[in-house]
């Protein structure tokens, strides 16, 4: 059975199934490629609990942590309310197909939700055919204002 809690940074064990999950996602194709650096990994969970405006929601089989996601508070300047960005999904292979995602995401929906927010973002790969199916599954859509101007796109810029 799958338990899915609010992560609490100063809880030893969420602190480890926070940084282990994001080290595979970080590992995995979808995720660049490359484990954490050591410096990522020494300090992610003290940085995530310094800031009020994030939070992380765990899942669990048992002991063992399977999913992960991390969102971060923003503002909606045109509605004048909170939104909600899905910055990290991760669910691990061995455990995929079998609704972690949707559970994580409810939990994360009604985070959300008691906090005022107007909605949920988030930003996928092109290429993660499965991801994007679940996202459209659970209610995503690609963002425009006017179908004449086209869709969002995400982009950035890295800053040395």
Known sequence: MIE????????PAHAAALVGLLDAYARDPAGGGEPLSDFARDNLVGQLAARPFIFSVLAFDGNVAVGLINAI????????KPLVNVHDVVVLPGHRGRGIAG???A???AIA???GACKLTLEVLDGNA???NLYRRLGFAAYRLDPAMGHAQFLQKWLD
């Open 107 to 109: 939990e994360v929906e």
């Open 113 to 115: 939700r008691e906090r």
């Open 73 to 80: 508070e923003g503002f909606s300047t045109f509605a004048c």
């Open 103 to 105: 559970q994580l995401f």
């Open 4 to 11: 899915v809690v609010r992560a609490r940074y100063d809880d």
């Open 130 to 132: 499965s991801a994007r």
